[in-house]
């Protein structure tokens, strides 16, 4: 971070513009409870998976 806080000022120093560095949602550890929109998206995903699995793959299909 200390690195790209210095390149950040090197390049403003010289009149470059920088867009602002966006940190994705899952790098804080407070979205992955219950209840964020994260993990709905997660829980979709997981069931999508398992529903796609129980169909099409022979190993899955006597699981309850």
Do not use: C
Not at 4 to 32: H, M, Q, Y
Not at 44 to 51: G, R
Request: hydrophobic fraction near 35%; avoid cysteine; charge should be negative.
């Amino acid at each position: 971070e200390a690195e790209e806080e210095r390149l950040r000022k090197e390049f403003e120093a010289e009149g470059r513009n920088l867009a602002l560095a966006e940190k994705p949602e899952t790098s804080d550890s407070n979205v992955i409870t219950p209840g964020t929109q994260f993990m709905a998206a997660l829980s979709v995903a997981l069931q999508y998976y398992i529903q796609s699995r129980l169909n099409h793959n022979p190993g899955w299909w006597r699981t309850k």
